[in-house]
């Protein structure tokens, strides 16, 4: 008998799917709305902890306050003005809307309903597949574009493993990238005594409105910039972080990890992407309490605008038929 087991749960009327390792207690709640993470509980010095800052009860999922844990599909964090130009074609995805109000922001599918397609056991972990068939040309203004999603959680002994896989549906190549959007909250009393280490090489700058800026200028050294230089274990104490970074460091197994610690306690996550940039948001926008109660760090396919962006332009065309995965998760430490 497997030590790892698949329960189906309700958090109020929303479907649940847990996965458990019954010889730790381990477990991971993931919604079928918007394939949303909401808790990921952990022993940790003896007790189960919750190790992420997710939806706490359904009326905060049916909000979304946050992006907590987003699945984020066709593209990832902004679009400068809502408007960008793919294939000798100008789009609008906010058709109507008059400057000053016009903002879009991680897609379309984090409110959709995926599908269960399948779960699975073995004596090495438990996996879920849930499939998104939503995005098309009737569906998305601005965005003429048929794209099916399959996201596929597996909890194993290591942490939580998450594999996307877009494909282009429609008959014209489609602009495309994917991006995930986890909290971490390893101290209850907030984020400035954790330690962040980024294995980037490089800050993504960004204007006012958090666009980065054209070509090579969106990109500086953090040689060039120490305050947001985290290569070695640091502190994020007062840091005010919505920063996306690049050129990083790659691990002998192929994967980028950016870490997040508590060092009193020894706990840490480290979040893993194969390819791409990662955005880390010290929350200080969010409001209420939850500002700077969690670290954002979001695996991404592209940057920021990346639509608009000819330097991005072969990461994000999917060819009509073809598809492309991403891989990332969560791995934890526990002292």
Excluded at 244 to 262: E, L, M, Q, W
Aim: aromatic share 8%; glycine share 8%.
């Amino acid at each position: 008998m497997s030590q790892y087991t698949i329960r189906h749960e309700h958090l109020g009327a929303f479907p649940v799917i847990a996965l458990i390792d019954s010889s730790t207690g381990t477990c991971v709640r993931v919604a079928r709305h918007g394939a949303t993470v909401l808790e990921y509980q952990a022993p940790v010095a003896g007790r189960l902890r919750n190790l992420v800052d997710g939806y706490a009860g359904a009326d905060e999922l049916q909000a979304l306050h946050g992006s907590r844990f987003a699945i984020m599909l066709p593209f990832a964090n902004r679009i400068e003005d809502a408007r960008y130009h793919f294939d000798g074609t100008d789009h609008d995805l906010q058709p109507g809307t008059p400057m000053g109000k016009r903002g879009i922001m991680h897609g379309f599918v984090q409110s959709d309903e995926f599908d269960l397609l399948s779960t699975d056991l073995d004596d090495t972990g438990a996996c879920v597949r849930l499939g998104c068939h939503t995005i098309t040309p009737d569906t998305c203004a601005g965005y003429p574009f048929s794209l099916d999603l399959e996201i596929a959680y597996t909890l194993h002994a290591g942490g939580l493993d998450l594999e996307a896989t877009m494909r282009n549906t429609g008959d014209t190549a489609a602009p495309c990238f994917f991006g995930w959007h986890p909290y971490l909250r390893l101290r209850e009393d907030g984020i400035d005594a954790c330690e962040l280490k980024l294995p980037a090489s490089q800050a993504i700058i960004t204007d006012q409105a958090m666009i980065p800026l054209p070509g090579e200028d969106a990109f500086k050294p953090l040689d060039a910039c120490p305050d947001l230089d985290f290569r070695q274990w640091r502190a994020i104490g007062d840091s005010v972080l919505d920063t996306g970074f690049a050129d990083p460091a790659v691990d002998a197994d192929g994967r980028i990890r950016s870490h997040v610690r508590d060092p009193e306690s020894g706990l840490a996550v480290a979040v893993w992407q194969e390819s791409g940039v990662t955005l880390v948001y010290t929350s200080d926008t969010l409001g209420d309490d939850a500002v700077r109660r969690s670290v954002a760090v979001e695996p991404m396919q592209s940057m920021t605008n990346a639509f608009n962006r000819p330097d991005c332009a072969d990461d994000i065309t999917l060819q009509p038929g073809a598809e492309r995965r991403f891989r990332c998760g969560l791995e934890i430490h526990c002292p």
